[in-house]
């Protein structure tokens, strides 16, 4: 009796034992992405995990096609209205820096100097047989200009053409002629261009509000003037005086 007692202990330990579910993971393939998803108890994959992806995915090729409207919209909205145009402010003097047309293309006044002139005391009195003096009354104006021959033919050019124009806006001005130039008279080659520097003086002290004008002289036409702002201040009159007066004391 005993014997059985094991026996049906036995029987029971075997029919309470369960194998355990054997659960696998089965990669299914949504689109270009591996998703993993477990199989149900009958081998079959799970269809969740993959209906839950599908919303997700949707939305993302739906943004990835907004993007991509949206850019060749703009792409069209561009090439129908071009490029903004740029605007250039142009600061100061109107003549300066700004291609004028002439007979023969184009001039352009590139840069201004007004140097003030030399008292004796800074020349150490060495004040005699030294060329081209600027002395302390007077101003020194150096422009650099470019001259540009935009027709077919060789053009005659003389910088003898060119004078300085000093005054008051309303008031009388006076002309004074070039004193120095980096090339002589010459000719300039059809659809050319060439770059040269010429010296004026003049007058350290003028009447108040005085300006200075480049003004180009060619035959049969109107004086070209280019305004190229004011003279430069030419500080205490009395102090150039004096310093001339010294200078002349041996």
């Keep these: 009796m005993g014997h059985r007692t094991l026996l049906g202990a036995d029987k029971e ?6 194998e355990p579910e054997l659960e696998m993971t089965t990669f ?3 689109g270009a992405t591996a998703v993993a998803s477990p199989l149900s108890a009958n081998g079959a994959p799970a269809a ?3 209906a839950r992806l599908r919303p997700a995915a949707m939305l993302y090729l739906a943004c990835v096609l907004v993007l991509a409207v949206g850019g060749g919209l703009l792409g069209v909205r561009l090439l129908q ?3 903004p145009a740029v605007t250039v402010a142009h600061v100061g003097p109107a003549g300066l820096g700004v291609p004028t047309r002439t007979s023969f293309g184009y001039v352009e006044v590139e840069s201004v100097s007004q140097i003030l002139g030399l008292t004796p005391k800074q020349l150490a009195g060495m004040t005699h047989g030294i060329q081209s003096l600027v002395k302390a009354d007077q101003i020194q104006v150096q422009l650099a200009l470019a001259l540009r021959n935009t027709s077919g033919t060789v053009r005659d050019y003389d910088p003898a053409q060119f004078v300085l124009r000093v005054g ?3 008031g009388k001005t006076k002309t004074y002629d070039s004193v120095t130039t980096s090339v ?3 000719r300039l080659a059809a659809r050319s261009s060439m770059e040269t520097t010429v010296g004026f003086v003049i007058p350290r002290f003028n009447p108040k509000g005085s300006r200075i ?3 180009l002289r060619e035959g049969g036409r109107a004086p070209l003037n280019l305004d190229l702002g004011r003279v430069r201040p030419g500080g205490s009159i009395a102090a150039v ?3 001339l007066a010294q200078g002349h004391v041996h």
Excluded: K, M
Excluded at 13 to 18: M, S, V
């Design 28 to 30: 299914q393939r949504t």
């Design 48 to 50: 969740g995990g993959a």
């Design 81 to 83: 209205t071009g490029a």
């Design 213 to 215: 004008s480049l003004e």
């Design 241 to 243: 005086r004096a310093a």
């Design 13 to 18: 330990r075997t029919t309470d034992f369960e």
């Design 168 to 170: 008051p806006p309303r």
């Design 184 to 186: 002589r008279a010459g």
